[in-house]
């Protein structure tokens, strides 16, 4: 059996030039090419090849050389600089030019609203391409650790605690400085205490001043590291971090729009994201979707006001479990008598109001105690009594609208396309935590991970050459 051998001192003649080096079908032209159609003045980055001092990197290279790098889940600004080095495709995306990581990490913080800003003009040219419909959106989120540590998040309990600790630590150097200094003078132990308190009263001012911004701001926690991060909870545990939340457009599964916010769930971002969505579609959708996290009635019916079709479960849609045969469901309210019929045809009437709930008791509880239900539908002395919120009338709409067959249908092509790029950006990049700070960075990195997305979307419903040629066009 034979081998092929290598040879590193073979001579060869060599391409004239980089760009041989580089297929026409080379997904880094894809790249090269949608940076190359991009309007800078409206991303907010003014280029002026006049400017006096010492000369700075291409800007329209570095941006290409970010986007470049997060499709393929190289993130880090060393490992760029390790690239535009020795990767070939690399090499030709930035036509020789090799900055350091310091220049690339300067480029990516002084620029943050301008690569949030590359999705939209990305979603611009799909929908020039005919790529995105907008007629049928999907939303959804998930959650991204931060750039910051659990253990820097503080509560007011923590601070509380803390101080508490520290006063004690304090008062026990003290007494024993006394107690140094009575038995032995010019004690060496001194100036190490000395040391220490000094620290203690450093920490204990800091603690303070975050116990201060708590009330000030009256949040529940504050991170030190990164002050706009909130303390979320996922499958992985609890951590410091952002949630991550996007939209998606049925047509391809490309995204529409991206966003990062401070809380840790999802109840009030659906009316927010749609907005969004449509914003920089410059149009109303015909169908949002969500699932059950998003169910929060008055936000659902914002967007169903518009006439736009909402599909969303509610959580007891979502839990899909059977239910009581004198679950509140099975009351027939009636809206003329502002009353309820249980399933035995017995009336609730509304007597009390507890904050913005109206509160329904049976008529006559001597009817639920002689019941052959009771014990059953409640066991109650007072008799059975069901509460209604003042959007209620809406949500049993929305759960109507959710239970029929093409909002099904809708729902089920749900995580076909929104929990895809989420899967991608997670497992097949290596996204776990945001490598900026606050929310600007956050949401800079967000934008730069979507419009990746959808570039290699692009390419895989265009080819290379054909989408290459279409941003040229």
Avoid at 138 to 162: L, M, P, Q, V
Wanted: aromatic letters at 8%; proline letters at 3%.
């Amino acid at each position: 059996m034979a081998y092929r051998y290598g040879d590193r001192q073979q001579l060869g003649l060599f391409p004239s030039s980089i760009d041989d080096y580089v297929p026409p079908d080379a997904p880094v032209r894809a790249y090269d090419a949608f940076v190359e159609a991009l309007n800078f003045r409206e991303l907010g980055l003014a280029l002026d090849e006049n400017k006096v001092g010492n000369p700075e990197y291409d800007p329209k290279a570095m941006l290409k050389l970010l986007l470049y790098g997060y499709s393929y889940g190289v993130r880090s600004s060393r490992k760029l600089e390790r690239e535009v080095h020795y990767n070939m495709s690399f090499i030709w995306l930035m036509g020789g030019l090799r900055p350091d990581h310091k220049t690339i990490a300067e480029y990516r913080r002084a620029n943050k609203p301008m690569l949030r800003k590359t999705l939209k003009q990305c979603v611009r040219l799909c929908l020039k391409l005919n790529l995105i419909e907008g007629h049928t959106l999907f939303i959804d989120g998930t959650k991204i650790r931060a750039n910051a540590s659990i253990k820097n998040s503080w509560t007011e309990d923590k601070c509380r605690r803390a101080l508490e600790h520290m006063d004690r630590r304090i008062e026990e150097i003290l007494e024993e400085c006394e107690r140094i200094d009575e038995e032995e003078d010019k004690q060496p132990s001194l100036v190490k205490m000395g040391e220490e308190l000094g620290n203690q009263d450093v920490l204990k001012a800091k603690v303070q001043e975050i116990l201060a911004t708590l009330k000030t701001t009256e949040a529940k926690s504050v991170n030190t590291t990164d002050g706009e991060c909130t303390r979320i909870n996922s499958v992985h545990g609890s951590h410091a971090g952002y949630n991550a939340q996007m939209v998606v457009d049925e047509k391809n599964g490309l995204i529409v729009s991206s966003d990062v916010v401070s809380e840790n769930n999802d109840l009030y971002q659906f009316a927010v994201q749609v907005g969004n969505a449509e914003e920089v579609l410059g149009k109303t959708c015909q169908t949002a979707c969500a699932d059950s996290g998003y169910a929060t009635t008055g936000e659902l019916e914002k967007v169903d006001e518009r006439g736009v079709k909402v599909v969303v479960p509610s959580q007891r849609q979502a839990g899909d479990r059977e239910r009581n045969p004198f679950d509140k469901t099975h009351f027939r309210y009636d809206r003329e008598g502002d009353l309820y019929i249980c399933p035995e045809g017995k009336r609730l009437i509304f007597y009390a109001k507890q904050q913005k709930q109206r509160l329904y008791r049976i008529q006559d509880k001597a009817e639920c105690l002689k019941c052959p239900h009771y014990g059953t539908c409640t066991k109650s002395k007072q008799g059975r009594q069901v509460t209604r919120m003042p959007n209620e009338e809406a949500r049993d709409r929305l759960e109507r609208q959710y239970q029929e067959s093409s909002s099904r249908a809708i729902y089920k092509l749900r995580k076909e396309r929104v929990e895809l790029p989420f899967g991608h950006m997670k497992r097949n990049l290596g996204v776990q935590a945001f490598l900026l700070r606050g929310l600007e960075g956050a949401r800079a990195e967000m934008g730069l991970l979507t419009c990746c997305f959808n570039i290699r979307r692009m390419m895989s419903l265009r080819g290379v050459p054909r989408l290459v040629k279409d941003m040229a066009g």
